[in-house]
């Protein structure tokens, strides 16, 4: 995950799609943390609603999670609930990086996701054919430029 | 379960608590229906969030789960949120039965969980104390009186 | 579930059915018990697992859960395995009983489940096909005759 | 994760730590594959079991996920068991990377997992202290010198 440039990515109005979920008792660990890895079902959730969201008209290629990773900033708690926001950072001819940022009611980043997908096909990777390209490209998440 | 006279408890307004809780595309099974286990998380969290609302000023028994009985009714299906109501149903004296109901959000009955939770203590259940019996004693759900 | 005569479901070789799961560091609630409700997993795979040892050359019929009941006796801990005796208590013209018991690895038993199976067709229950129904024959659960 | 010079992670011997856990059904998505995020808790177990059979005289520090990366490289199935590595690529002054391999049980790497964990103390990093440092030490994981 290059962590150069992506401040900007540490607020949730960065990313196209949002989406709020409620957190549960059963998330938490013995120390009344959020467990690291259901913390992924959150991002997770959010990647499957951002497909609604954005194909609509145009089929959604068969996606495998080839790379994740995730970055923990910050605790979080239960009872309440998480925003995660969702965007696009990278499409290869075969594959697309879809970020992500989870954040609290009051909008502070608790981490980050990065996840790379790639369209499968005949075993192995594909293409991802031009109208889910065009789709994809709408969702692109830029830093702002600075003069 | 008796289910002679709790035709009452298929309304979420006979419960006195009541949460609302998403769903997450991980609850589902191959099916595209909630998985039946993943819904019990539903019915523990609305526990925990229960045991908050009542227990401000009376310090919480240290209760565990004797036994669970969860009732299907309905599919559910993702994405959207359910609503939980909790209530008592039965005080003994060592024990308490917790009556739930589980709701979509055009508050269709989709199940019913009982859970009846003893009180421990120096290995092996204990009487719940006065001032907690009287907690629980607000919240017991009852069967409407019919003429 | 019937209280009476249940005791010899306390022993692992009371089912015809068995199989061995490893416990999980992330089914430890806060007390470092493992959690009530994701002991159910390991209940439902064990059904799933009896079915394919079972309906080997019989089609399995489509089968929702209606009521799952779980017993809790006795706590376990990580690391470990548990395991889970499986077998059929009951066969009724649409739906079937599934009994099955929870042990450690010193074969302490740690609890009982029992779910209602019901199978589903035409968008209603349907009664189980003959040739199922001599499966699950196969696998009752019986309180052994005493003199 | 540095991809260049990793091949030799692909081996389960490469691991000075290994773990055998059950896949379970409710671990499968709607594709018969094994989700991506309940793999997580694979390596999380297997984690956890590291540190019982390093931190057997020294006191484990008080670690907290950083960052977490997962690789997928191939699918798994139920029923069946996964076999975790795992061991340590990296000491810094307050943080340890642990790296994992996942394996089937024919010795198929079906992913890896890098971890990175930082020791905290009073509200932020801390050294990891000297003990421990050693015991992290021998579980370094390094790549065959090659002529």
Redesign the interface.
């Known amino acids: 995950?290059t962590r150069k440039d992506d401040s900007f990515r540490h607020a949730l109005d960065a990313y196209p799609v949002q989406r709020?979920?409620?957190i549960?008792?059963?998330d938490?660990?013995?120390?009344?943390h959020l467990?690291?890895?259901?913390l992924?079902?959150?991002y997770?959730?959010a990647r499957?609603?951002f497909y609604?969201t954005a194909f609509v008209a145009v089929q959604l290629p068969r996606l495998?999670?080839?790379?994740?990773?995730?970055?923990?900033l910050q605790e979080a708690h239960?009872?309440g609930?998480l925003r995660v926001g969702t965007g696009i950072s990278r499409l290869g001819s075969s594959s697309v990086t879809m970020v992500q940022g989870l954040f609290d009611e009051a909008s502070h980043c608790l981490g980050l996701c990065e996840t790379v997908l790639v369209n499968t096909g005949g075993g192995g990777s594909a293409p991802i054919p031009a109208d889910a390209r065009a789709v994809f490209e709408e969702y692109l998440v830029r830093a702002p430029v600075t003069a």
């Open positions: 995950m709020t979920l409620s549960r008792v059963c938490l660990d013995g120390y009344g467990n690291a890895i259901r992924g079902h959150f997770e959730d499957a609603s609604r495998l999670v080839a790379q994740l990773t995730i970055r923990y239960w009872p609930a």
